[in-house]
C-alpha cells in the first residue's frame, strides 16, 4: 500500500489506549493510524499502573462516583459531560475485557477493585496487579493489527495540520527524513499529555503536547491549560521518566513520612487519600523545607507488597530498595494534565474537522483536578464518541495541501529549566511573567523548541490569567478561590498577543480570560 491509495481517510495520531481505542471502534471505516513508535511505545498508557474507576462493586453506583469526580475537580467539572462518562464505564470495562484485556479477578470471579486517593469506594479495575496500562497496549494494539481496514504507519510523526478556509484538509507526516503531505478532512489527536516538559514527570520524555502546538497553531480553542497534576509518590531515583508508585499503594494503607518516620500528613482531612493536589503540595512543601520523604508499605503490606504491586516492587530493586523492608523514596512528578483541546461531548474542536480523545482533550471530566484512574476509562469512554462522530460527518473529497516548510523535529531541552521553575506545584506571579517573556520569542522563532516553548508559553499565560488557587493550580500571591469559578479558553493569537505586552502583566486581560 502507498501512500497514495490512504488519501481521504480519517487520520488518527497517537498509538496509545485513546488512539487504538478510537481505531477499533471506526472499524471497519479505512483509517490511518500515525505512531510516532511502534503501537503503544513511549506513550502515558503503557506506565499507567492503577487502572479504571468504575461502579462495579455491590455497595457502589454511578451516583457515588460521579459526587467523587465533581469533588476532586474543585468546581470547574462539567457535571453533565462527568455524569455520561461514569455512567459509561461499565460498558467501556465490557468492551475492552471482550478484546482479551485480562482484568484480576478474585477466585469466585468478581473484579479485584483497588482504592485510590478521594473514591469513597473501592473502584479501580486493574490488570496484573499493577501493570493496567500494560495489558490494555497489549491487547488493544493486538486487535489493531489484525483489522485490515486500520493502516498503521509506525516510526513517524504529524509536525503540522493543514488548513484551509477554516476547515482541516490534511497532515504533514514526517519519518525517516522524508515529508509527505496527507490529504483528509478528518484528525483524530490522541497524543497524550505534557509531562516532558518538566524535569521531573511519570510521562514518556516526549510527551511535550504536540497535539496541543499542533492544534493551537492550526486555529483551535484549548481550554484549562493552567491544570496539571503532579503525581505525589513518584520513585524519588535517576531514572527518566520516573517510575510511579501508584496510589493504589496508599490504598493500601502506606503512609508518608520523613527521615525521621515522621507521618505529616496525619492531621490532613484523607491523609494520605486526600486529593492528589493536596498531597502532592504537603510532599512537596517537606522538601523545600530539606527533608527527605518516603512512601512507607512495611506495616500494611510488608511480605505481601511483590505480590500485590510486583511492576512496583521490580522498580524498587532495580533501585535498590527492599519495599518490604525499607521505606521508598519518592517525589511529585508532573503526571497528568487536566487541560486540553476545548471539545463537545462529541469530541469535535472549535476547528471544522479536528476532534480530540485522551489527555490531550478537554472534556470537562476532570475539573481542576483529575480524580485518580479517571482518565483511562475516559480514554476507552470517549473513544466510542469520536469514533461515531468521525464516521457520521462528511468532509467531501480531500483537497491536496498547499506545500508548506517542514518543522524541525522538536527538542524540549531548552524549555524545561523555565516551565520546572515556573509552572511547579506553587507558582506566582513574578515567575510566571518571566518565564512569559523568556517563552515567547521562542515559540515564534521557527525552530525546533518552538513547539514545546508554544505549549509552554499557552500554559503560563493560563496560570497568569488565573488569579486564584483552584485544585491542582496553585498561586502563593493569590492563595484563595474565587467565588465564581469559571473555565479559560485560549488560542494562538490571544496567547502571543499577551505574550508580547510590554510587562505580560495579568491584569491587561480579563483576570480568567473568556468563559467557556
Excluded at 87 to 105: C, H, K, N, P, W
Excluded at 395 to 406: A, Q
Excluded at 425 to 445: K, S
Aim: proline letters at 6%; hydrophobic letters at 45%.
Amino acid at each position: 500500500m502507498t501512500m497514495h491509495h490512504l488519501y481521504g481517510r480519517p487520520v488518527i495520531i497517537g498509538g496509545g489506549i485513546a488512539g487504538l481505542a478510537t481505531a477499533l471502534h471506526l472499524a471497519p471505516e479505512p483509517v490511518v493510524l500515525i505512531s510516532k513508535a511502534p503501537l503503544g511505545d513511549e506513550t502515558s498508557s503503557a506506565l499507567a499502573q492503577g487502572g479504571l474507576a468504575a461502579s462495579l462493586g455491590v455497595d457502589d453506583n454511578p451516583d457515588l462516583h460521579l459526587a467523587d469526580t465533581l469533588a476532586a475537580g474543585d468546581g470547574l467539572c462539567d457535571e453533565k459531560a462527568a455524569r455520561r462518562v461514569v455512567e459509561a464505564a461499565s460498558q467501556a470495562i465490557e468492551f475492552i475485557e471482550r478484546l482479551g484485556v485480562a482484568f484480576d479477578r478474585a477466585s469466585q470471579g468478581s473484579f479485584l477493585l483497588g482504592l485510590e486517593a478521594a473514591h469513597s469506594r473501592r473502584r479501580i479495575v486493574h490488570a496484573g496487579g499493577d501493570a493496567t496500562g500494560r495489558e490494555l497496549v497489549r491487547a488493544l494494539a493486538a486487535a489493531v493489527r489484525h483489522i485490515p481496514s486500520i493502516a498503521i504507519l509506525e516510526g513517524v510523526e504529524v509536525r503540522r495540520l493543514f488548513v484551509e478556509d477554516g476547515e482541516i484538509t490534511g497532515v504533514l507526516v514526517v519519518g525517516d527524513g522524508d515529508a509527505v503531505s496527507l490529504p483528509t478532512g478528518s484528525v483524530v489527536l490522541a497524543t497524550g499529555g505534557i509531562g516532558g516538559l518538566f524535569n521531573h514527570t511519570t510521562n514518556p520524555v516526549g510527551s511535550f503536547g504536540q497535539g496541543l502546538a499542533l492544534a493551537a497553531r492550526a486555529g483551535a480553542e484549548l481550554a484549562d491549560l493552567e491544570f496539571v497534576q503532579f503525581h505525589p509518590t513518584a520513585l524519588d531515583c535517576a531514572r527518566h521518566p520516573m517510575p510511579l508508585v501508584s496510589e493504589a499503594v496508599r490504598g493500601e494503607g502506606a503512609v508518608l513520612v520523613d527521615e525521621r518516620g515522621r507521618r505529616f500528613l496525619g492531621d490532613t482531612q484523607g491523609g494520605e487519600l486526600a486529593p492528589r493536589d493536596v498531597v502532592a503540595r504537603g510532599v512537596w512543601r517537606e522538601l523545600r523545607a530539606g527533608h527527605r520523604v518516603f512512601l512507607d508499605a512495611r506495616r500494611c503490606l510488608g511480605s505481601m507488597f511483590a505480590g500485590r504491586f510486583p511492576a512496583i516492587a521490580s522498580l524498587c530493586r532495580e533501585a535498590g530498595i527492599d519495599p518490604a523492608a525499607q521505606p521508598i523514596p519518592v517525589r511529585p512528578a508532573a503526571h497528568y494534565h487536566m487541560g486540553g483541546v476545548a471539545v463537545d461531548p462529541s469530541g469535535r474542536s472549535s476547528l471544522r474537522g479536528l476532534w480530540a480523545c485522551g489527555e490531550v482533550a478537554r472534556t470537562g471530566l476532570h475539573g481542576a483536578n483529575r480524580l485518580a484512574s479517571n482518565s483511562l476509562i475516559e480514554a476507552v469512554v470517549s473513544a466510542a464518541w469520536v469514533a461515531a462522530s468521525v464516521a457520521a460527518s462528511s468532509p467531501g473529497m480531500p483537497r491536496r495541501p498547499k506545500p508548506i516548510i517542514v518543522p524541525p523535529r522538536p527538542d524540549v531541552s531548552c524549555v524545561r529549566p523555565i516551565v520546572s521553575h515556573a509552572l511547579g506545584i506553587e507558582r506566582d506571579g513574578e515567575a510566571l511573567r518571566n518565564a512569559a517573556r523568556a517563552l515567547g520569542p521562542i515559540a515564534t522563532a521557527g525552530d525546533a523548541a518552538s513547539d514545546p516553548a508554544l505549549v509552554a508559553l499557552m500554559i503560563t499565560i493560563a496560570a497568569l490569567r488565573r488569579e486564584e488557587s483552584r485544585g491542582s493550580h496553585f498561586r502563593s500571591d493569590f492563595p484563595r478561590r474565587s467565588a465564581q469559578p469559571k473555565s479559560l479558553r485560549l488560542t494562538l493569537d490571544e496567547t502571543l498577543a499577551a505574550a508580547f505586552l510590554p510587562d505580560t502583566r495579568s491584569d491587561t486581560a480579563a483576570p480568567y480570560g473568556r468563559r467557556a
